[in-house]
């Protein structure tokens, strides 16, 4: 069975900084696809970015950019000039190829202080 | 783009009561959809899948006569907790992946938060 493991449970970062969040997983399987997503508020469930693990070039989507080490089995996100609305729940996630469910790590509260 | 509308987004009842959550992929079809629960300040535990036209597949220690899954439509699965007690009391959130592959987005509905009395 493949797990997903968030060691940090929160984290706090002045507005502008830079702060990573870490994420490990494990798996035996070599095909997968790995993600994270964000849980504000609201609770609503927004995908912030993801990472297919055949791809060796880390994945960047403007101010978020991941650090995918697969021989580690680590995935990390990284925050750039950190918003006061990227304060949310983070949530790292695993599927495997061939299949659609989602394992999820247990999160990290992020909080973006002014 | 696509949206994934959950209902009720809130229900409060009593013991003993059976409530239906309903979770619909607007602009698309959802062959598969999933359905999660959410303890307070906790990560997203996956209860079941829903299949379209068949019987739902149920994760280990989800009790499958407490929680029935049906999916009659491609774009409507319903979730409901039979005889609910107040141990039921959770937040509740669907999901449907928009296409076949696994690497595509999963559309998540807003979540029920679920009070029994």
């Known amino acids: 069975a493949q797990t997903v493991t968030q060691s940090q449970p929160e984290m706090s970062v002045q507005e502008a900084e830079t702060v990573t969040l870490s994420c490990t997983y494990d798996?035996?399987?070599?095909?997968?696809?790995l993600f994270w997503y964000k849980q504000p508020p609201s609770r609503q469930m927004i995908l912030v970015i993801r990472?297919?693990?055949?791809?060796?070039q880390n994945a960047t989507e403007n101010r978020f950019s991941v650090n995918f080490q697969k021989a580690a089995k680590s995935f990390s996100l990284k925050i750039s000039d950190s918003q006061l609305g990227d304060t949310a729940m983070y949530f790292c996630?695993?599927?495997?190829?061939?299949?659609?469910?989602?394992?999820f790590g247990q999160g990290t509260r992020l909080t973006i202080n002014p | 783009g696509a949206v994934v509308s959950q209902h009720p987004s809130w229900v409060i009842c009593k013991s003993g009561t059976s409530v239906k959550i309903e979770c619909r992929s607007l602009?698309?079809?959802?062959?598969?959809m999933f359905w999660y629960r959410q303890f307070p300040k906790q990560s997203l535990m996956l209860m079941a899948t829903?299949?379209?036209?068949?019987?739902?597949?149920?994760e280990q220690g989800v009790e499958k006569d407490k929680f029935l899954i049906n999916h009659a439509s491609l774009t409507l699965s319903t979730l409901t907790v039979t005889s609910a007690h107040p141990e039921d009391s959770s937040f509740y959130i669907c999901?449907?992946?928009?296409?076949?592959?696994?690497?595509?987005?999963?559309?998540f509905g807003d979540g029920t938060r679920l009070s029994i009395l």
């Open positions: 829903s299949n379209e036209g068949s019987k739902a597949t149920y």
């Open positions: 999901s449907a992946p928009q296409g076949a592959q696994s690497n595509q987005p999963q559309h």
């Open positions: 990472q297919e693990a055949y791809k060796q």
């Open positions: 996630a695993f599927a495997l190829q061939g299949a659609q469910k989602l394992v």
């Open positions: 602009d698309f079809q959802a062959t598969t």
């Open positions: 798996t035996s399987e070599s095909n997968y696809y």
